[in-house]
Every structure is written in structure tokens, then in C-alpha cells.
């Protein structure tokens, strides 16, 4: 007999728990790894920050099966490339769209084709690909052109693109927002996210739209997205040839869903901001010394977002005359392991000390 994820226990999927909301029948093969109902956390300390009253959590999608938000459109999109017969997915990635698709194609069975930028993606990313067996493309350019050949290699209908141009992608991502809902009971009134292509932002939006009218919540949230100041098209509104930052994962210089990334702030009466390579990993050290929870770069950039609305008066967004307790979600998007180079750079401080309670004591400043 063969067992289904959701048969065997605790996690379901994505796709068990909100089928009716996304596009699948009863004849789709689920194809999970058990994703989503990650974590909503509750964060005092950032709390505290905001004050007012006002409530912090964070949805950690670092604890997704391939640690990022990845995960819970991979399983809708890769499913129904199996109900459609495919062969093959390829994805352009500057490294977690990569690494999920490679292990969910790996479940599958099929061939998982990934375009990298060659020597920009974290390493614990471009390690999940290679060892899920993904075949990799490494090229000369940058996110843009891998996005660019994919999209010319899937027209011949060869292989799918599991790209969040994929509808299927976009719609397994709502479900992290059905999930907020549910737990808050309903839509918190701010919700915060770091927008790279743009495919994110536009699917909590949709989430939290298609949630209202199932009356599971009475409003929707101000969409707030967080680009790296040297790669936000989208805040500064025109293309970024040469998109650079820190903050690998939404290095990217013409998002795809630039349009309905526009479209979802406009109409949630949200905003677009900017925050520096230099304030992304303060924001990242910061959550993981106040609040234990040890996030990548790109997901810093929204916990350095909410301290810029908490205290410049030049955020987009000013959290100063903020509503008194206000609910307020920041999505961390990937675990705080996959991309440990700029943290190993300052652990190079950490000498050997001798082997005696002695030294042990003078090392701890006892
Ligand atoms: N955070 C992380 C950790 C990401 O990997 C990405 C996107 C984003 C945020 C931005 O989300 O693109 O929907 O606006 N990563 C893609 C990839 C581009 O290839 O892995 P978005």
C-alpha cells in the first residue's frame, strides 16, 4: 500500500488543507513534501519596537521542507505539470525557486532544468539543486536573462516553467495567507514582505482577497514590500540593468509581477519602500538575537523595513500614528542557513583558546 503525506500525519500539505481554493480535482496526484502550516509567531521584542500596543508576528517560511516559501506553489505547480504529462520543469532562480523545484521534481520523478546566474546564488541553496539532481545551467548574466532564456525554452511547450509566471505557482503561494487568517481569525491590518520578481506580494494579496468573501475574515491587510535599495525597480519605477545587493534572492532588476505588485499596494492603500544592504543584515541579526528566529538575507529585508516605519521619518510607510494595536505580519521567506556567508565573515573573530577551565573562564570574561 502506498501512503499519502496527509494519510501519515500532522502536516497535510497545502494542497490537502485549502483544496477547494486552488486549481486541483479529485483525479490531480498530489505531489507534496508536507509544506505549509508553518509557523505564525508572535514577536514581543519587535513588538515593543512598534509600541502603541500593536502586535507583531512572523511567518516563518524557513521551515518549509526545502526552507523557503518556495515550497507551497511547488507542489501546486508541479502536480499539475504531472497531470498535464510533463517530462520536464525548468525554472530560471537566484537560488530557492531552484532548490524547491529541484526536490519537488525529484519526488515527482521527472527533470528539473535550472538557469542560474554562475556565481551568485547562496550556497546552500545551489547545494539543494545539485543534490535533489537537478540539471544545472550556470550563465554569465544575471537573474533577468536565466528568467529571459526560460521563458524562450518553455515556449516550445518542452517543459514547464515552475517560474511564479506559472498561475499555478502564484495560487499555492495564497495559501500562506489563508493560513494567517485562520490563525488570527482574521486579516491582520498590516502585512510586510521583501518583494524580489514580485510573484509573492501579488499572491498574498490575491489570498487575503479570495479569503474575504468565504467570510473567514472582514478585512484585508496594507500590502508593504521591501525592495534592497540597489535592486527596486519597482520603488524607483523604471528597470535595473546592473540589480546588486547583499540580499542574493531578490537581486532582480525587472520583476515579472511588476504590474500586479503595483496593483496589489495600490489597492490595499499599502506602499513600497527601500531598505540598505546595511540595514538588511542589522534587521537580520536583530531577529536572531531578540527573537530566535535566523533568517536569510532577502526575508531580513522586511524586519528592516518594519524598524524603518518604526523610525525614520522617510519610510513610505510611518508606523509613528499608527492605529493602537494594530496587528502586524512580517512573511520571513527563507531559513537563515541556506546563506551563511556574510555571518561566516564575522565568525573569522572566534580563536582556540587552550583546553583548561582556566582559559575557558578568562575566554567567557569570567
Ligand atoms: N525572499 C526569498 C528568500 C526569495 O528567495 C525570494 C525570491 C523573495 C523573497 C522574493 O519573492 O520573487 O516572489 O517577490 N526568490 C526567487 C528565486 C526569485 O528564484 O528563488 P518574489
Known amino acids: 500500500m502506498e501512503w499519502t503525506t496527509s494519510e501519515l500525519r500532522q502536516s497535510r500539505g497545502v494542497i490537502e488543507s485549502y483544496r477547494e481554493l486552488l486549481p486541483v480535482s479529485a483525479s490531480t496526484t498530489i505531489v507534496s513534501l508536507g509544506e505549509g502550516n508553518t509557523p505564525l509567531i508572535y514577536c514581543p521584542q519587535l513588538s515593543k519596537r512598534v509600541g502603541r500596543g500593536c502586535q507583531v508576528f512572523v511567518k516563518n517560511e524557513g521551515v518549509n521542507p526545502t526552507a523557503s516559501f518556495k515550497d507551497r506553489g511547488m507542489t501546486v505547480a508541479v502536480s499539475k505539470a504531472m497531470e498535464r504529462g510533463a517530462a520536464a520543469i525548468i525554472c530560471a532562480s537566484t537560488g530557492n525557486t531552484s532548490a524547491s523545484a529541484a526536490a519537488y521534481a525529484a519526488r515527482a520523478g521527472i527533470l528539473c532544468i535550472v538557469i542560474l546566474p554562475a556565481g551568485r546564488i547562496a550556497t546552500g541553496k545551489l547545494l539543494q539543486a545539485f543534490v535533489y ?15 529571459r532564456i526560460v521563458r524562450e525554452l518553455g515556449e516550445g511547450h518542452q517543459f514547464v516553467i515552475v517560474n511564479s509566471i506559472n498561475p499555478d505557482r502564484l495560487a499555492g503561494q495564497k495559501t500562506a495567507a489563508f493560513e494567517i487568517v485562520d490563525v488570527l481569525g482574521d486579516a491582520p491590518d498590516f502585512h510586510l514582505l521583501p518583494v524580489g520578481n514580485a510573484g509573492n506580494i501579488t499572491a498574498y494579496w490575491a489570498g487575503y482577497r479570495d479569503y474575504e468573501p468565504h467570510r473567514k475574515s472582514a478585512s484585508v491587510p496594507a500590502m508593504i514590500g521591501f ?36 496593483a ?15 540595514e538588511i543584515l542589522a534587521g537580520q541579526s ?37 492605529p493602537e494595536g494594530s496587528r502586524i505580519v512580517c512573511t520571513v521567506t527563507g531559513h ?12 573569522k573573530e572566534l580563536k582556540p583558546v587552550a583546553a583548561t577551565v582556566n582559559e575557558a573562564r578568562r575566554a567567557i570574561g569570567l
Open 286 to 322: 536583530w531577529l536572531a538575537r531578540h527573537e530566535g528566529i535566523f533568517v536569510e538575507p532577502a526575508s531580513a529585508a522586511a524586519i528592516a523595513g518594519l524598524l524603518k516605519c518604526c523610525g525614520s521619518n522617510e519610510a513610505a510607510y510611518s508606523f509613528q500614528k499608527i
Open 336 to 347: 537563515g542557513l541556506k546563506d551563511p556567508d556574510a555571518i561566516i565573515e564575522r565568525m
Open 264 to 278: 496589489a499596494i495600490a489597492e490595499s492603500r499599502g506602499a513600497i519602500d527601500v531598505v540598505s544592504d546595511e
Open 133 to 147: 539532481g537537478a540539471k544545472i545551467v550556470a550563465i554569465d548574466g544575471n537573474f533577468d536573462d536565466a528568467l
Open 227 to 262: 525592495q534592497a535599495a540597489g535592486a527596486a525597480p519597482i520603488f524607483y519605477n523604471r528597470i535595473i540593468e546592473r540589480p546588486e545587493t547583499i540580499a542574493s534572492a531578490i537581486r532582480i532588476g525587472n520583476p515579472a509581477s511588476w504590474k500586479h505588485a503595483r
